[in-house]
Every structure is written in structure tokens, then in C-alpha cells.
């Protein structure tokens, strides 16, 4: 299988800036894209940043212009940077991948989560 964990959440003010960071372990035998997806109380999941393996990342356009990524091939990791937070921006941010894991009899592709990270913005 395959885990994420994420790192870094916490309450800012608005204006100020955050990092996530996620890391992916277990018996990956392939990662495929990964991005960052957050829930607002009361409303659906949504994209945030998304990165295929090999292409350009993506951004919601709610965080254009604020959010970036940076990707560690080594690490199996993808760290998400906001500047410039708004209280708009409160959620639960969870790390997202595509990727294909392996065990002794057989592999398999599918999309795996993080557990969430809370970032608050206080106006």
C-alpha cells in the first residue's frame, strides 16, 4: 500500500504564508501525479494543486498567482507553498496520489489520501 503523510498545517493571520509538505512511502512502485486537495466545513472537496509526473502543475484559480508546489523526486514528496492567505483559504488540506504499489502476488494503481491537515487564516 501506499501512505501519505502530511506536515505543516496551522493558524496564520490573513496575509501571512504556510508550507505543507507530503511525503509518500510504503511499496510504491510508481507515482503517477500527486496534488493537494482542501475541504471547507460544509462544502465539498476540491482540487488545489495538481502535478502529473512529467508535466506542469496546476492550480485552482481560487490560488493562482499564491499557491506553487515543489516536488522531490528522491522523497516521493510534494511540498504545496500559499502566500498571501485568506481566511477563504480555511480548510482541511489533504495530499493526493496517483500512484501503483506492488505486494508479493500483484500491483495495482488507484488513488490514495492523506489523513488532512487543518489550516486556519484569521482575518
Known amino acids: 500500500q501506499v501512505q501519505l503523510v502530511e506536515s505543516g498545517g496551522g493558524t496564520v493571520q490573513s496575509g501571512e504564508s504556510l508550507r505543507l509538505s507530503c511525503a509518500a512511502s510504503?511499496?510504491?512502485?510508481?507515482?503517477?501525479?500527486m496534488g493537494w486537495f482542501r475541504q471547507a466545513p460544509g462544502k465539498q472537496r476540491e482540487l488545489v494543486a495538481h502535478?502529473?509526473?512529467?508535466?506542469?502543475?496546476q492550480y485552482a484559480d481560487a490560488v493562482k498567482g499564491r499557491f506553487s508546489t515543489s516536488r522531490d523526486n528522491a522523497k516521493n514528496s510534494l511540498d504545496l507553498f500559499m502566500n498571501n492567505l485568506r481566511p477563504e483559504d480555511t480548510a482541511v488540506y489533504y495530499c493526493?496520489?496517483?500512484?501503483?504499489?506492488?505486494?508479493?502476488?500483484?500491483?495495482?494503481?488507484?488513488?490514495?489520501w492523506g489523513q488532512g491537515t487543518q489550516v486556519t487564516v484569521s482575518s
Open positions: 502535478l502529473s509526473f512529467g508535466g506542469s502543475p
Open positions: 493526493h496520489a496517483d500512484a501503483q504499489y506492488y505486494n508479493r502476488t500483484y500491483s495495482k494503481r488507484g488513488d490514495h
Open positions: 510504503g511499496s510504491i512502485r510508481s507515482i503517477y501525479a
